[in-house]
């Protein structure tokens, strides 16, 4: 075999490259191979380098229906608090502080629908999109109690849209309406129309007519020296009026206007004379509204006349119910008659066609998109009106903070899935990545879409870290980031699975969560209920990956804040119930699903059938499986596993890959550290001789086993624990032997 050269020291100082496949295994060329580990499971990796066994998750308690799917949406009370709430077969249920506040709200969402539900919260409304149903709105009516307890109320409801967007009218060739009544709340309209169908409650009609000039006037005659007063009849202005006065009178002549025309008239224009003035004005009005004149005057003749020029009214309605070609509507703003007419158009929004599927809030306007309908078009509400999608005009042109719609054209039909709002409004479907530019306000006029990349998302929601958006790619086998990009001028990034396809090839990424403190990590339920971890700071270049298991499988994660700290919500399967548990920084207790002693006594029914561990002052218990326990806290253990890849060192006459080489003794530098076992492979392990029973910071020096591996080509260590107790890396020192040639039969 040769000569030998050793005992050599090799430090990993750092493992913030997390994980990393065997396949990459053999690139001792990267510099990220330095920090990297083969397996960090059930562990957590720390930005600043350390490597840690992960803590343990708290029962909070079961689902609503340990049959049926779940999901956990946070709801920010303000940036130190929140509500978690749970989301399963038409029910909402309210946690606080890791507690069923014994909120439970019935609502319309599915089982089915409850994975493609999307969420945006403005103040203490959350509206929640489906696609499959009408917007809804969640909203809370806080309150303080007397016992310093925050309360509220919750109410679910149908969002209720002031004004729709329409397009043009006249879509529909030949076809008709006739309102039998321009104002009511149950006005009957006729619809010759293929367009008209059974499920269009909920959607609304404009119908337009062509309203011809109109006049009214007051007049007198006959010398008096006596003031009369004179009112007529109100006319609906839609754009141009026309005022004039004739004859010899003394006293005022007031134009006035209303916006019901029913009441509250005030003044619009005054015109005065002592016999010796007459008006002629014309003019617009900014919004449509009744008119009238009011004449206050004496003297030997008046007579004033007022003129609605022509203009096309717009009229609008919500449909309560079609029979038929008949609706039922109410009206929310007047019809110009009862003609028929062919310039109509309906919302682009009910049961048929679909409804948005994605919502979000920019530059202060709700953004609303994706129906089934139209998959790749976006609505944004008007300027500070969220309920309000009308497009209005002044002088002929739209106004600014009028609604927009816009359309992502593309030679494929692709489904838009993502609103993500940042500095421009980012926008992912199932083919390509879209953005609004948002350096200018968006007007009707300036609004645009620009395609970035040629990708594609899954359903899992993105999330947004820092100035970067995470998502997952389309067909879910790949997590990417995307930021703006100087150099290309456009949004791009990487893939931040480059290093570790292990982890995510053959398998989907159902949800995922963020939580910022204490390690910036980036939580990923895998759909075979493995928890997937990044830890991502990307202007440090650190992504590090690690994978959780558990007894059972994880099958959602959420964050929220609680008191100032961000807590880890999931539910997991167990024993065929659906568990909602809590991960919490700072947590010192590493069982799952653990339960915590009051007055000295721990109960753990839902662990029932289970072999159960549990430790009281610091030290573990024999394991059982008895449900009522004497013991600070029981749950049940899980088993972390961290490994190195090989060692490389540059020696005199190259590098030692290939070459023989053997781990005689480890150094483990840990912090507050207890229990562990270190081997050369997982197999055949060693206990870490600690100097004490207490929790240990310092140096391990642990001679590995004496097995049968000897000198072999890999050179790796492996540390292992299950036991209840902290066990956090900070470095790995090896004492290295190298051979002097090859091996081929004895690879440990």
Known sequence: MGQGVGPMYAIQPAFTTGEISYDVANRVDLEKYKSALLRAKNAIIRPYGAVCRRAGSEFMGEALYSDKDAILVRFARDADNGDLLEFGDKYIRVWHNGKDSGEIIDA?????????????QSADTLF????????????????????????????????????????????????????????????????????????????????????????????????????????SAPIYVGKQWKITTSGLWAGDVFLEYSYSGNGGWKEFRRYSSDKNFNATESGTVDEEMYLRISAVASGSSLTATLT?????????AVINSCSGSTLNVSVIKPFGSTDTTKLFSISPWDAARGYPRACCFYQDRLVLAGTRAYPHKIWLSRTGDYANFSVEKAAGQVTDDSAVALSLISREMYNILHLV???????????????????????????????????????????YIGNRLVYVQARGATVRDMGYSYESDNYNGIDLTLLAKHLVQGHSIVTAAYAQEPDSVLYMVRDDGV???LTLIREQDVYGWSHWTTDGKYLWVETVQENGEESVYVIVERNGKRCIERFRSGCNVYMDSYVQAQNGT???????????????????????????????????????K??????????????????????N??????????????????????????????????????????????????????????????????????????????VQGYNG
């Not at 109960?603 to 610091?618: D, E, R, Y």
């Not at 207490?694 to 391990?700: A, M, P």
């Not at 036991?723 to 190298?738: G, W």
């Open 308 to 316: 609605r020029l022509p203009y096309m009214h717009e009229g609008e």
């Open 531 to 533: 928890l997937l971890c």
């Open 602 to 640: 721990i109960q753990v029914p839902h662990l029932q059938g289970k072999t159960i561990a549990a430790v009281a002052g610091n030290k573990r218990l024999p394991d059982g499986t008895e449900t009522s326990i004497q013991a600070d806290a029981a749950g049940l253990s899980y088993e972390t």
């Open 421 to 463: 709002p940042a500095q421009d409004l980012i926008v992912l479907t199932d083919g390509n990545e879209w953005i609004v530019p948002g350096d200018k306000p968006i007007t009707p006029k300036t609004a645009q879409v620009k395609t970035q990349t040629m990708r594609g998302s899954a359903e899992c929601e993105p999330v």
């Open 128 to 231: 929640i999109c489906s696609g499959d149903l009408p917007v809804y709105t969640l909203v809370r009516d806080s309150g303080y109690s007397w016992t310093g307890d925050w309360s509220g109320n919750w109410t679910l409801k149908e969002y209720e849209f002031s004004h729709m967007y329409f397009e043009s009218e006249d879509d529909y060739g030949s076809a008709d309406v006739t309102p039998y009544e321009t104002f009511g709340n149950n006005v009957e309209v006729v619809a010759h129309s293929r367009s008209i169908h059974s499920r269009l409650k909920g959607a609304h009609l404009q119908v337009t007519h062509r309203m011809p000039a109109q006049s009214v006037k007051v007049d007198f005659a006959g010398e008096t020296t006596t003031k009369r007063t004179i009112t």
């Open 108 to 120: 319309p969402f599915t089982q089915a629908m409850l994975k493609k539900l999307r969420f945006a």
């Open 665 to 742: 003794e480890v150094t483990l530098r840990v912090s507050n550290s207890k229990g562990g076992k270190i081997g050369h492979n997982f197999k055949y392990m060693d206990a870490l001789p600690y100097p004490s029973a207490e929790n240990f910071t310092g140096d391990i020096l642990a001679v590995m086993p004496n097995t049968d591996v000897g000198f072999n080509t890999r050179g790796r260590v492996c540390v292992s624990s299950d036991e209840p107790f902290p066990l956090n890396v900070l470095a790995i020192i090896r004492s290295i032997s190298v051979g002097g040639g090859h």
């Open 642 to 663: 961290i490994e190195q890849p090989g060692v490389e060192l540059q020696l005199n006459n190259g590098t030692v890959q290939a070459r023989t080489i053997r781990v």
